[in-house]
């Protein structure tokens, strides 16, 4: 079952449920995909890995605008936002733990024979691909720049 017939079924039941609060992340999700398999030059279907990308996303966005609303002091608006965020979440693998990301780090470190910090671009263009959908961007850099500063 693809991502987005999961996510269909999980809003009907929802719906039954009469779960709205979980709804209405759901909902959400489910018009990013199709925006995204509408959009010009789409094909009409979404790679596993293109559905990935849109929920780290939509992801992204609600800790983001978290943050924003706990900065200026609306507890209520961000607790709204961080519990969408940890309904998307569930529709993403598993994240790796940082040690997981540090060791797979030293490996590419390695592989691509880096001396030290001018190497960054080179190992986070592979760290990136390599932990697609498993680790936030965040935590692979701060640990690639951590790596690379202590070559």
């Known amino acids: 079952m693809s991502l987005f017939d999961q996510i269909n079924a999980d809003i009907k039941s929802a719906m039954l449920a009469k779960e709205k609060a979980k709804l209405e992340p759901l909902r959400s999700v489910k018009a990013a995909f199709i925006m995204a398999k509408t959009e010009k030059g789409a094909t009409g279907e979404l790679t596993a890995e293109a559905e990935i990308k849109i929920i780290q996303k939509l992801v992204k966005q609600r800790k983001d605008s978290a943050q924003l609303y706990i900065d200026n002091n609306r507890q209520e608006l961000a607790d709204k936002e961080l519990y969408e965020a940890t309904v998307i979440e569930q529709y993403l693998p598993v994240q790796l733990s940082e040690e997981e990301v540090l060791a797979g780090v030293k490996e590419i ?3 691509i024979g880096a001396s030290g910090p001018q190497d960054m671009g080179k190992v986070m263009g592979m760290a990136s ?5 498993k680790a936030e961007g965040k935590v692979i850099s701060a640990i690639v720049k951590q790596v690379l500063a202590s070559l």
């Open 109 to 111: 470190v390695v592989k």
């Open 129 to 133: 691909k390599h932990f697609s959908g």
